[in-house]
């Protein structure tokens, strides 16, 4: 059955860079797609960031476009999601999930497998 692991959440400074990897074993990556959420209390969990298993297409929530980028490594069974010119309001918990194949919205019920979470916490 399919696991995912995330990883590479930390304390940075304002303006600065995370990479966060997801990495799934027990079945090929490319079987799915895997999503980015963050979880805070006030806003509850949001979908940051999606990435399509064949055609690798992207999806990027407003509030991050142009500052944080997804990228996989099917060789590698990960997912990558490069964070730049980070703001105090990304931090979060990060989840990555993964649906079959396709993208299936930023519901996380269209969403069936889930990683344990990554800190994310960014300093003013």
């Known amino acids: 059955q399919l696991q995912l692991v995330e990883s590479g959440g930390g304390l940075v400074q304002s303006g600065g860079s995370l990479r966060l990897s997801c990495t799934i074993s027990?079945?090929?990556?490319?079987?799915?797609?895997i999503g980015w959420f963050r979880q805070t209390p006030g806003k509850g969990r949001e979908g940051v960031s999606c990435?399509?298993?064949?055609?690798?297409?992207?999806y990027y929530a407003d509030s991050v476009k142009g500052r944080l980028t997804i990228s996989r490594d099917n060789g590698k069974n990960t997912v990558f999601l490069q964070m730049n010119n980070l703001k105090p309001e990304d931090t979060a918990v990060y989840y990555c999930?993964?649906?079959?194949?396709?993208?299936?919205?930023?519901?996380?019920?269209?969403?069936?497998?889930w990683g344990q979470g990554t800190q994310v916490t960014v300093s003013s």
């Open positions: 027990g079945e090929p990556l490319t079987h799915y797609a």
């Open positions: 990435v399509s298993s064949a055609e690798e297409t992207t």
């Open positions: 999930a993964a649906s079959y194949y396709y993208c299936s919205g930023y519901s996380p019920s269209s969403y069936p497998y």
